[in-house]
């Protein structure tokens, strides 16, 4: 049996002393969920801070990139070692804003996710089509070549967790419906299925982003196949992430 994850992506948000707030609001208010897991990806400077505040708790610490190589000359990267040095266990890779903005191609990916495995990290794959993709129908294309590209040639792929997160969706407050979302997450689990077998995809856990909110939440994780969310926005504010474990946690 799976479990659920509910992974709060805070982008380009919070100072050191705002992110330690609001981890430790969040770890107070979800002490008794033990079931699933629940993600906290800081900016990059407030990792270590968070990790120390979350320390011993139900929470598990994220960042929301890295380079795939050990050490080197790579001015303002990051490196899986130094991730895993501040209590890294998850890493979000390929967000849709690193491929807009930074240029990240699926192959940029692919070789983040295999060091995120052999480092010993839990990589958290975003794949996600465009309003323009969608409206021609190439959604599937698109979803199905990031998920394969993506994840050329990985052994461990039980270690792999994949974040569907349409681009539309994405901080728009336009979420999916659970309909749309779950025939995209049930297309993957498909592609995963063909690609690494039946049990082995059965195992893997696919989340939900895109405009997720407390509100919204209960009827994506009543599908089969939508097992958690990534948050972007509502993770930000305790109250908000908070109901959203608790949606989910009660649900799954
Ligand atoms: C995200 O950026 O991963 C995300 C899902 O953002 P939001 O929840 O704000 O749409």
Same mark, same amino acid.
């Given at each position: 049996?799976?479990?659920?994850?509910?992974?709060?992506?805070?982008?380009?948000?919070?100072?050191?002393?705002?992110?330690?707030?609001?981890?430790?609001?969040?770890?107070?208010?979800?002490?008794?969920?033990?079931?699933?897991?629940?993600?906290?990806?800081?900016?990059?400077?407030?990792?270590?801070? /968070?990790?120390?505040?979350?320390?011993?708790?139900?929470?598990?610490?994220?960042?929301?990139?890295?380079?795939?190589?050990? $050490?080197?000359?790579?001015?303002?990267?990051?490196?899986?070692?130094?991730?895993?040095?501040?209590?890294?266990?998850?890493?979000?890779?390929?967000?849709?804003?690193?491929?807009k903005y930074f240029h990240e191609r699926d192959n940029d990916v692919n070789l983040k996710v295999k060091k995120a495995l052999t480092?010993?990290?839990?990589?958290?794959?975003? /794949? %996600?089509?465009?309003?323009?993709?969608?409206?021609?129908?190439?959604?599937?294309?698109?979803?199905?070549?990031?998920?394969?590209?993506?994840?050329?040639? /990985?052994?461990?792929?039980?270690?792999? /967790?994949?974040?569907?997160?349409?681009?539309?969706?994405?901080?728009?407050? $336009?979420?999916?419906?659970?309909?749309?979302?779950?025939?995209?997450?049930a297309f993957i689990r498909g592609l995963l299925k063909n690609t690494f077998g039946g049990k082995k995809a059965d195992d893997i856990?696919?989340?939900?982003?895109?405009?997720?909110?407390?509100?919204?939440?209960?009827?994506?994780?009543?599908?089969?196949?939508?097992?958690?969310?990534?948050? %972007?926005?509502?993770?930000?504010?305790?109250?908000?992430?908070?109901?959203?474990?608790?949606?989910?946690?009660?649900?799954?």
């Amino acid at each position: 049996m799976r479990k659920w994850i509910v992974a709060g992506n805070w982008k380009m948000h919070n100072t050191i002393a705002e992110s330690i707030a609001l981890a430790k609001a969040i770890k107070e208010g979800s002490a008794g969920i033990q079931s699933g897991a629940i993600v906290l990806a800081p900016p990059f400077t407030a990792l270590f801070s /968070v990790g120390e505040t979350i320390k011993g708790s139900n929470l598990s610490l994220a960042a929301q990139n890295m380079h795939y190589e050990d $050490k080197g000359a790579f001015t303002g990267e990051i490196a899986p070692s130094m991730l895993k040095d501040t209590g890294c266990a998850y890493v979000i890779l390929g967000h849709s804003e690193r491929r807009k903005y930074f240029h990240e191609r699926d192959n940029d990916v692919n070789l983040k996710v295999k060091k995120a495995l052999t480092s010993g990290l839990i990589p958290i794959m975003c /794949v %996600g089509e465009t309003d323009e993709e969608r409206e021609k129908g190439v959604t599937q294309d698109v979803v199905g070549r990031q998920v394969q590209q993506g994840l050329n040639g /990985v052994e461990k792929i039980e270690n792999v /967790v994949i974040a569907y997160e349409p681009v539309w969706a994405i901080g728009t407050g $336009k979420v999916a419906t659970s309909a749309q979302a779950q025939e995209v997450h049930a297309f993957i689990r498909g592609l995963l299925k063909n690609t690494f077998g039946g049990k082995k995809a059965d195992d893997i856990c696919i989340l939900y982003g895109g405009s997720v909110t407390k509100d919204n939440v209960g009827d994506l994780i009543a599908m089969n196949d939508i097992d958690g969310a990534l948050v %972007g926005g509502a993770s930000l504010k305790a109250d908000g992430f908070l109901g959203i474990i608790k949606e989910i946690s009660g649900r799954k």
